[in-house]
């Protein structure tokens, strides 16, 4: 499986990964992991804070995260090879933005809609499901 240098670069950016280690049966499509990036900038914005107004560009970091997320895929069956993403990163660094960004995506720009989202629960409340209809 070749994977293009671009992409390769990207992963050596998340510390001690490699996605082709254990890519048995999942193959990486480029054009749906760049689909999923380029719907950052063209789609959404910045709606407060000194980027006010201005597209929402991602960081190689979250290219990388988000070219991962999309563009694995089963080789038999097209579905996602990462169904969770667990994101340890500093305070200020964007993964709220970014989260909401992806949950977007998935509401509005993928043409394949067979995920279920669930909200954690918080103090007062219960876990909801988040489905989406066709």
Request: charged share 20%; net charge positive; hydrophobic share 35%.
């Amino acid at each position: 499986m070749s994977v293009d240098p671009k992409w390769v670069k990207l992963f050596g950016l998340i510390p001690g990964y490699d996605p082709r280690a254990q890519s048995r049966g999942y193959t990486f499509d480029a054009t749906s992991a760049r689909r999923a990036v380029d719907f950052f900038p063209t789609a959404l914005c910045h709606c407060k804070g000194p980027m006010e107004g201005t597209p929402f560009e991602l960081v190689p970091w979250q290219q990388s995260l988000v070219g991962c997320l999309f563009g694995w895929v089963h080789e038999g069956t097209g579905h996602r090879r990462y169904n969770e993403c667990l994101l340890y990163i500093a305070s200020k660094n964007g993964k709220s933005s970014l989260a909401a960004g992806i949950l977007l995506y998935l509401l509005v720009a993928l043409e394949k809609k067979d995920w279920n989202c669930t909200r954690p629960r918080l103090p007062g409340s219960r876990a909801r499901s988040f489905i989406p209809t066709s």
